[in-house]
């Protein structure tokens, strides 16, 4: 009996592919197939003689000539230190280009100009086989296996609300604000400022004995060391950068309104209270941090107007949530935007017809009363995704209201969930609200690489992948506009 070959299928098994997300703060990296990633680099370089270093721990010791950063707003400002930087991974990992496609995630803001050098870059520089680029909110979907949801991505820089239908993104109800992670760090700077406290990071640290702060003339006990003492600011920064980071995880709480602690009359008494904690700085000032300070850092993400101290020089143009409006150019080449299939509704007389106009009219009418109505003040968590809400068709509302997705590292804050939950059931009594938020601290970190992973780990992704001879045949324009959605 004659024997017959088994059929040939293209599985994502023997791809291989790797899946680089690029965020504000970091960079993710690893194989397609992986529960997380193989490695995680800050977004920023630093330069030593002329020569750029991107290991995180290099980064630290003090002893570069100045740190850059590679990217601002989750968009590259820095191109070269970027392709230096997905080099360096590539070689750190060992990955092969000529073998293996590469899956590169990418910001709904991402402008045609960065699309186009990082096509040209893997394909042309690195000679990657094939490529494909998707957008992170849809990652983040696949991840949390919820092809139409809500996507709240509480990151560095942003906070972006992303409307996901059938796992593709609705660029143009894209919302988002700077009330972030960085809006946290420019606040506990001023607290730290308010209190006479200078940092100093731990590379500049020879001794140091423990003290407590009680006064704004509270000084440190420590032996600077002499031999980092003249670093540049960006060193010293970026150091600074870990310290706030780790401030917010372990101090910062959110409450619900009702819930609020009053500020304390007796500030000396209030430090020997169990609910204040203490911080320790690579200096040795432990500083504390009461309960009401705790929770208005925290709760200023859901009211940006309402600080524990003043935010001189912040950047508020992203206040009213309109973020494709001030960082997306109107006049550049896109990707199509994907438009959801709607039911039709019947009219009077039963045909199904004429109401479609009607209903579009009503909705713009709406989203005009939404601005009007959020316009004079910042949006606030809540509220941003309210917005959101308020600005989709009537048949989307509820599926995506009983699918809101927190992702990002600033969604971590204890109880953040909870009164993003409470506000938005108090704003919306007829709808069924549900906020899913992964338990797992990786999971929540890295949802957009791990969504990736899965998708390029699909044996039906295959024949989404752009290979480089089509790249050579079509060129990026037409590939951009017409291929990555």
């Keep these: 009996m004659e024997k017959t070959a088994a059929p040939q299928i293209y599985g994502a098994d023997d791809i291989n592919a790797f899946v680089l997300d690029p965020g504000s703060e970091t960079i993710q990296s690893g ?9 995680t680099l800050p977004s920023y370089y630093g330069i030593k003689d002329g020569k750029m270093t991107f290991d995180e721990n290099l980064l630290y ?7 850059k950063r590679i990217r601002k707003n989750n968009i590259i400002i820095d191109q070269e230190g970027a392709n230096e930087q997905f080099s360096y991974i590539i070689k750190k990992l060992g990955i092969k280009p000529t073998e293996q496609p590469v899956l590169l995630t990418e910001s709904t803001l991402n402008d045609y100009h960065n699309k186009v050098n990082s096509m040209e870059f893997f394909f042309e520089k690195l000679n990657f086989c094939a490529f494909y680029a998707v957008k992170q909110p849809t990652c983040s979907s696949f991840a949390h296996g919820r092809p139409n ?3 709240v991505d509480i990151g560095h820089d942003l906070v972006t609300v992303t409307t996901v239908i059938d796992g593709l993104c609705l660029k143009n109800h894209v919302k988002g604000t700077n009330f972030a992670g960085n809006f946290l760090n420019e606040q506990l700077k001023t607290f730290l400022k308010e209190k006479n406290i200078t940092y100093v ?6 001794s140091k ?4 702060w009680e006064n704004k003339d509270s000084v440190p006990v420590y032996e600077i060391n002499e031999k980092k003492k003249d670093v540049h600011e960006s060193v010293i920064e970026f150091s600074f950068q870990r310290t706030l980071r780790e401030m917010k995880e372990l101090l910062l709480e959110c409450c619900f309104e009702d819930e609020n602690v009053e500020k304390p009359t007796d500030y000396n008494a209030e430090l020997e ?3 204040t904690r203490w911080f320790e700085l690579p200096n040795g000032m432990n500083v504390p941090f009461t309960q009401y300070e705790r929770q208005k850092l925290a709760n200023s993400l859901f009211k940006p107007n309402d600080l524990l101290n003043p935010l001189e020089g912040w950047n508020e143009n992203l206040s009213d949530g309109n973020i494709i409006k001030a960082m997306v150019k109107n006049n550049e080449p896109t990707s199509k935007d994907y438009i959801p299939l709607r039911r039709t509704k019947r009219n009077e007389n039963g045909d199904g017809e004429g109401d479609d106009d009607e209903d579009d009219e009503k909705m713009e009418v709406s989203d005009i009363k939404v601005n009007e109505n959020l316009s004079n003040q910042p949006l606030g968590l809540s509220k941003l995704i309210q917005s959101s809400l308020d600005s989709l068709d009537i048949d989307l509302k509820p599926q995506l209201a009983n699918n809101i997705v927190l ?8 109880r953040l969930n909870e009164r993003i939950n409470n506000e938005l059931m108090a704003l919306n009594p007829s709808l069924k609200i549900r906020v899913h938020s992964a338990g797992n601290t990786i999971e929540r970190k890295y949802s957009t690489w791990i969504g990736g992973s899965i998708l390029a780990s699909l044996g039906t992704f295959h024949q989404m992948w752009v290979s480089k001879a089509e790249y050579e045949e079509v060129g990026p324009d037409q590939l951009i506009v017409n291929r990555f959605r």
């Excluded at 990071?201 to 020879?206: D, I, R």
């Excluded at 004995?209 to 407590?212: F, K, M």
């Design 149 to 151: 949801c809500l996507i």
């Design 407 to 414: 992702t990002g590292s600033t969604s971590l804050i204890p």
């Design 31 to 39: 194989y397609a197939g992986y529960d997380q990633p193989s490695l």
């Design 61 to 67: 010791t003090g002893d570069h000539d100045e740190i």
């Design 209 to 212: 004995s423990t003290t407590y």
């Design 201 to 206: 990071p731990q590379f500049q640290v020879k």
């Design 273 to 275: 209270n169990e609910n």
